[in-house]
């Protein structure tokens, strides 16, 4: 006698095992469309496992049907892109440039560009112009005009010997200006004849731009015998080349020529005649090459 | 508050065939340990100058470089200015 058919009903709680049902006996056309929907399919019911196998590295995405896709790995280095509504994204390359335009105007106090650590210190805009502050102060400006604007405090270089290029592009070491100095020092009298026992109201002073230096000097020749010219030979740097000047004193009418030598560091002045500069002093300013 | 001024050797040079030495010296003022101000002074000494009562480095700079003949030349050079 032939099975009748089997219906929902007919079969309890438990009637049957996984046993009962050979391999592969339900196949698709044994069940009936959404016959197995989501409220039959318990959750967690699907892993990983129970996945059909793909390309290592897709993505699951869904297409403009709405239908699931494979997004492609790409290469290394690619990022993940929307490719827009109706698209499912893509893998890309990153553009070779970023342009970052909402980003807003900022402020010494408040930089646009700052790290979280310290946000008074960054990069802020103005129109056509870049501000740098540091400490919530605008110290540098780069100007729509391409000028650089120091705002606050000075250009200072970390390592000794470097400078400013000037009139050239080349880089040329005859263009490079990088040794600025002023200062004093105490010149030390001597004649070049007879002797030179007394002064007062000494004083020196310099300034040295590149390998010019400039020096002012005198001294009052209080006492001491003297003859044929005065020196000092404690110039505060080695002239390179002979050179001349002049002086003029004090004492009505006197003036001198002054003369050094490569070399050395001695500065010599003619004595205008046989009296002493006393009256208040001799005066010496000269151009040295260094 | 406290107000400290101290003088270092801030320079030595070495300059030329007579090895004129070129020291320069900075004064600098502190309060409570901050540089508030930096002057320069300088000298020079040439291979004949009296370094006996300068720093020590001078001196042994000078030992150094102040060779006889260093000084021979020196003083030949200046002999000639003369």
């Not at chain 1, 016959?35 to 059909?52: E, G, I, P, Q, S």
């Not at chain 1, 044929?228 to 009505?252: D, E, H, K, L, M």
């Not at chain 1, 490569?262 to 090459?289: C, F, H, Q, R, W």
Request: proline fraction near 2%.
């Amino acid at each position: 006698m032939a099975l009748t058919k089997l219906t929902t009903s007919s079969i309890t709680g438990d009637t049957l095992a996984a046993g009962d049902i050979a391999a592969d006996a339900i196949t698709a056309s044994e069940l009936a469309d959404n016959a197995v929907d989501t409220a039959a399919v318990a959750d967690n019911a699907v892993t990983l496992a129970k996945m059909a196998s793909g390309t290592d590295g897709n993505i699951i995405s869904y297409d403009a049907s709405g239908n699931p896709v494979a997004i492609a790995t790409g290469n290394d280095g690619m990022v993940l892109t929307s490719t827009g509504a109706g698209s499912p994204p893509a893998f890309e390359a990153v553009a070779a440039s970023v342009s970052l335009t909402a980003i807003p105007t900022g402020s010494a106090g408040s930089p646009s560009l700052a790290h979280a650590g310290d946000t008074d210190t960054g990069i802020y805009f103005a129109t056509n112009q870049i501000n740098f502050a540091t400490a919530g102060n605008n110290r540098v400006e780069l100007l729509a005009d391409g000028n650089l604007s120091i705002r606050q405090e000075s250009l200072k270089f970390e390592t000794a010997n470097k400078g400013v290029y000037l009139g050239t592009t080349s880089g040329a070491a005859a263009n490079l200006l990088n040794d600025y100095e002023e200062g004093t020092w105490t010149p030390s009298w001597s004649a070049g004849g007879g002797s030179l026992t007394g002064t007062s109201n000494n004083y020196g002073k310099y300034t040295k731009i590149g390998d010019m230096v400039s020096l002012w000097f005198g001294a009052t020749i209080d006492s001491g015998t003297a003859s044929g010219y005065y020196r000092i030979t404690n110039a505060p740097f080695t002239s390179t080349t002979n050179g001349s000047g002049s002086y003029v004193s004090s004492q009505s009418g006197h003036m001198g020529t002054v003369w050094w030598d490569s070399g050395g560091t001695t500065v010599n002045m003619s004595k205008y005649d046989a009296t002493l500069e006393t009256d208040p002093n001799l005066k010496v300013n000269i151009i040295m090459k260094v | 508050m406290a107000i400290t001024k101290e003088t270092i050797i801030a320079k030595t040079e070495i300059v030329g065939e007579y090895k004129i030495l070129q020291v320069a010296y900075d004064t600098i003022i502190k309060e409570d340990g901050t540089e508030i101000s930096r002057s320069r002074h300088r000298n020079s000494f040439s291979p004949n100058a009296n370094v006996s009562s300068e720093d020590a480095a001078i001196k042994d700079i000078a030992n150094l470089v102040w060779t006889d003949a260093v000084k021979t030349a020196w003083q030949t050079k200046l002999d000639a200015e003369e």
